[in-house]
């Protein structure tokens, strides 16, 4: 299975020391001295530019055979230095989706574990207020997505190491990326039940809090608006008192308090936005649980890979050893085909590969360790994390109750002296 | 204060009680309309039986309110509903403009029985018994609108001529400036309760849809369960609450602001009315003062005139009197009613969310328990 390369991150912090990281890639390296300027100038965004230049609704089919609208971005990139000749060449573009930037991304985590990679825009609008809309075909969220998509780009451009993953250009520039191929293949064939649990979980989490967070800003905007139209009573009653001898104390008084009753939701929702704090931080904690789930995918996969690569190297060993060719393999036909090895060449080869055996027996036990540890200390703090996140939820359904009530009390004191005020009408 | 005599503050006294209800609709070759049941129950000696059941159709309100105003011309004619409404895609035979049309035809009808003069009136009592074919012949008969229509006309153009009324007693204008103002501020209560009914059925829309979110949640919560089903169903019982706090709106202050509009326009005619009447007077009397001769002659006339005058006048502040007071009484028992609507909507919802809320601590104070055991 091919790993691309993936550096560790402490080479690449060395921009401000100026030393050149190992075999970067292209030619250009500066045996220290100079600085980050070197190490941008390797950057894709430095040769080409890159721009999200269109968004277009389209309908298609889905994974389900589902009928969809959806939006497609144009990615469009332009070689820099034909710009400077004078010269306009016409760009390369491609259309792409949302969701191919999820995958695109979803890579680069997996691929690049230490690095901080580039967040996406906002896959939906989110708590959205008054007259903003929460639909994703509304034109203004699509504009302000394709800018935050060509942002992301730029950003992944500008990064020194990922901006040379080749996945990614071809992400810029082929139509058929083989990023789908790819996610298929990153597929870990054991991970612990629980953790796919726990990440059901973390989405499931998600998406009820952002719709209920979504729903009560709605809610809030409603009793905004009840109240505050109740504060234009205050000022017609008291211009009506003024032409009404026996009417005109009764209204004038119960008109303020009109403006008393309209002026208290301003507190209200300023209590609820707390409320709203709460939900927020358990929305955002779902994106921690995931990210621990992620991190065990990713060590679970790497456990695997290990594994697999041990069992070729003890299958090749055993091949050489005996002579047999269980598997076909293009070495063995040629090898028959041109001749076979001295005894000495396959001698040599099999102290080689017991060698690796050895070592990456010691590695998988290390792994192995490693993994278990995780796993039961993951474990143990999201059992902690349960606690406080039931506890925590209650408080915050609890505290929204005191809040109604409280709301429902200023309410009838309010109400009971704008009636008394009515009765001496 | 004390003295505020009202058929409808003492039943004991009311002797026609009468319903507006049944909206049917009829059609025929020529055209579509509605006809509604009108139900007279009364105990005077003027009518032939204690009971009565007729089908009336709006056009024969608008007789019955033209023949009051004929008759009555300075008393103040209750208001009808309108002919069709503009605004607002309310089609002319939907639903709830029958319901609206029909609940102010009661209005109307019960107003005129409860007014000391016009429930007497002749042609209101034919309406109320004569059967459709009775009523129809009765119509006809009546003395033409356009004998009427003659006098009236003069009698507008002189007062228009004259540039207004020059002796109409400072009590009408008074009232006159009192309805321009009057009428500014209901149609401003009217529209701003109109946007309040408007911003509670989008809350009453919004809580519906926030409530079973909650629901949704319990299943993916299991030890949250109960804390979520219970904030749902207080959403739930609130938005309940809310519902009838718009009905009580609905039926309690948007038809009576809505009424009071209408009787803007009908004060207007009212004082028109007056002031012709009085042109009547004033014109006789310049015609008068132009020819020295033959003075004797028209003084009878101008006698006449003169208590035509002063009875429309009296009959005019008496009536006027009694509205203002009407008008306060549902005033205040619309807004009162608004007040009480509003204290019961939030005891509705505190209740809901104070028993919420019990439950919760007796289920944390059970919980500290049994954590502190051992």
């Known amino acids: 299975m091919e790993r691309p390369e993936a550096e560790p991150l402490g080479a690449s912090h060395s921009c401000q020391t100026g030393e050149a990281e190992p075999g970067t890639g292209p030619a250009e390296e500066e045996p220290g001295g100079a600085a980050a300027g070197t190490m941008m100038e390797d950057c894709l965004s430095k040769k080409i530019e890159i721009t999200v230049s269109e968004a277009e609704k389209r309908t298609g089919r889905n994974a389900m055979n589902m009928q969809e609208t959806y939006t497609a971005y144009l990615i469009e990139t332009r070689a820099v230095e034909s710009q400077t000749e ?67 780009l730029i950003r992944v451009a500008s990064h020194p190491i990922i901006c040379q993953d080749k996945i990614f250009y071809s992400f810029l520039t082929q139509a058929d990326s083989r990023l789908k191929a790819l996610n298929a293949t990153f597929r870990v064939k054991n991970p612990d039940k629980r953790f796919t649990e726990l990440k059901h979980y973390s989405d499931e989490l998600q998406s009820v809090i952002s719709h209920l967070l979504r729903v009560r800003a709605r809610v809030a905007d409603r009793l905004y608006g009840v109240y505050k139209v109740h504060g234009n009573y205050g000022r017609v009653f ?134 278990r540890e995780f796993v039961k200390s993951a474990w143990t703090d999201i059992e902690r994390f349960k606690e406080q996140k039931n506890h925590d939820l209650k408080e915050a359904l609890i505290s929204y109750a005191v809040m109604q009530i409280s709301m429902c009390k200023k309410g009838i004191q309010v109400w009971t002296n704008a009636k008394e005020c009515f009765s001496k009408m | 204060m004390l003295n505020q005599y009202k058929f409808e503050d003492e039943p004991e006294l009311r002797d026609l009680f009468i319903t507006v209800d049944d909206p049917e609709s009829h059609i025929t070759a020529i055209e579509t309309f509605i006809t509604y049941r009108v139900v007279t129950k009364t105990s ?31 008393l103040i004619i209750p208001p009808l509903p309108e002919k069709f409404i503009m605004k607002g895609m309310v089609e002319r035979f939907s639903d709830e403009f029958i319901e609206t049309r029909r609940k102010a035809l009661h209005k109307f009808l019960n107003r005129i029985a409860e007014h000391p003069t016009l429930t007497f009136n002749e042609d209101f009592k034919i309406f109320l018994t004569a059967q459709a074919w009775e009523l129809s012949s009765h119509k006809k008969q009546g003395p033409g609108l356009f004998s009427r229509m003659g006098q009236t006309v003069r009698a507008v153009a002189s007062s ?213 055991k051992p």
């Open chain 1, 238 to 371: 008291s211009e009506w008192s003024a032409i009404e001898k026996e009417m005109g104390d009764g209204l004038q008084s119960a008109g303020h308090h009109m403006d008393v009753y309209a002026g208290s939701i301003d507190d209200i929702l300023e209590e609820e936005e707390h409320y709203a704090d709460q939900l927020k931080e358990y929305l955002f904690y779902a994106e921690a649980l995931r990210a621990v789930c992620r991190k065990h995918e990713l060590m679970q996969y790497d456990l695997e890979i290990a594994a697999q690569d041990l069992a070729s190297k003890k299958q090749q060993c055993e091949e050489l050893a005996t002579g047999t060719l269980r598997t076909f393999s293009l070495k063995g036909m040629t090898s028959k085909l041109f001749g076979q090895e001295t005894p000495e060449q396959r001698e040599g080869k099999i102290k080689v590969l017991e060698e690796q055996i050895h070592e990456g027996e010691e590695q998988l036990k290390s792994k192995n360790v490693e993994s």
């Open chain 2, 44 to 74: 005077r000696g003027e009518f032939d039986s204690s009971e009565y059941e007729v089908r009336r159709r709006y056009q024969d309100f608008l007789w019955l309110k033209s023949r009051l105003e004929e008759a009555h011309p300075t």
């Open chain 2, 160 to 372: 228009v001529r004259g540039g207004g009324v020059k002796n109409r007693p400072d009590m009408f204008t008074d009232i006159n400036d009192y309805m321009e103002t009057f009428n500014q501020k209901i149609n401003l209560l009217d529209k701003i309760s109109q946007r309040i009914y408007k911003e509670e059925r989008g809350y009453y829309c919004e809580m519906k849809e926030y409530g079973p979110i909650h629901t949704l949640w319990c299943a993916s919560e299991e030890d949250l369960v109960d804390s979520l089903k219970g904030v749902a169903s207080c959403i739930d019982k609130c938005c309940k609450a809310t519902e009838n706090r718009m009905a009580g709106l609905s039926e309690n202050l948007l038809p009576v602001l809505h009424e009071y509009i209408l009787y803007s326009e009908v004060l207007t005619g009212v004082l028109k009315r007056r002031d012709q009447i009085q042109a009547e007077l004033d014109s006789k009397v310049d015609a008068l003062s132009n020819k020295k001769a033959e003075k004797d002659l028209p003084t009878e006339e101008i006698g006449n005139l003169e208590d035509k005058v002063e009875c429309a006048n009296n009959a005019l502040k008496a009536d006027w009197d009694r509205w203002k007071q009407n008008m306060q009484h549902d005033m205040k028992t619309a807004f009162l009613s608004v007040a009480e609507n509003n204290i019961h909507y939030y005891e509705q919802c505190l209740a809901t969310w104070e028993s919420f809320l019990t439950c919760q601590t007796v289920d944390l104070h059970l919980g500290e328990d049994s954590e502190e």
């Open chain 1, 86 to 152: 004078g010269q306009c060449s016409p760009p390369d573009s491609l259309w792409r989706r949302y969701s191919e930037f999820e995958l695109l991304r979803n890579y680069l985590l997996v691929n690049y574990p230490h690095i901080v990679v580039p967040p996406l825009p906002e896959k939906r609008a989110e708590f959205v207020w008054h007259k903003l809309s929460a639909d994703n075909m509304d034109p203004d969220f699509v504009e302000r997505r394709r800018i935050g998509l060509e942002n992301f």
